[in-house]
Nanobody, 122 residues
């Protein structure tokens, strides 16, 4: 069974950058689309990026230009590089999986990791 574990979160100053990792175990990620999500208390989880099994990438329009998603097939890991971070980017970031193709509709993903906290503050 595919399991996902996020890492790389932490405290970063406004304007800074951060790289998150989503490491998979149990199965090979090659046939899966992996999405990145974020959630703040009291709000619904939102999808912010996705990379398909074939490597096509997708971004939430409002965050396009500040995010870069990529995958390392040898390491069975997907990354999310974030730049120009703002206090409103503070959230728990998680990755999720679904078969093959991307969507930014949260409910169409099958499972998620536990998440990693990102705090943007001076």
């Amino acid at each position: 069974q595919l399991q996902l574990v996020e890492s790389g979160g932490g405290l970063v100053q406004p304007g800074g950058s951060l790289s998150l990792s989503c490491a998979a175990s149990g199965e090979n990620l090659d046939n899966y689309a992996i999405g990145w999500f974020r959630q703040v208390p009291g709000k619904e989880r939102e999808a912010i990026s996705c990379i398909s099994a074939s490597g096509d990438t997708y971004y939430k329009d409002s965050l396009r230009g500040r995010l870069t998603i990529s995958r390392d097939r040898a390491k069975n890991t997907v990354y999310l590089q974030m730049s120009g971070l703002k206090p409103e980017d503070t959230a728990v970031y998680s990755c999720g999986q679904r078969w093959n193709s991307c969507t930014l509709r949260v409910k169409l993903f099958d499972s998620w990791g536990q998440g990693t906290q990102v705090t943007v503050s001076s």
